[in-house]
């Protein structure tokens, strides 16, 4: 992946993030932030 394609990823995920705030407290949203997550650190930087 190039380093455009990760910050293009990071950016949607903050996106994603703005818009679920409010939905934070729940246990899906919160294991699909973990899993974004995981993707942005395994990809090579």
């Known amino acids: 992946m190039t380093t455009d394609s990760v910050d293009a990823l990071e950016a949607l995920t903050a996106k994603v993030d703005d818009e679920f705030t409010s939905h934070r407290q729940s ?3 919160k294991a ?3 899993m974004i997550d995981f993707c ?4 090579p930087r």
């Open 32 to 34: 699909i932030s973990l």
């Open 40 to 43: 942005i650190l395994s990809v």
């Open 27 to 29: 246990d899906e949203f």
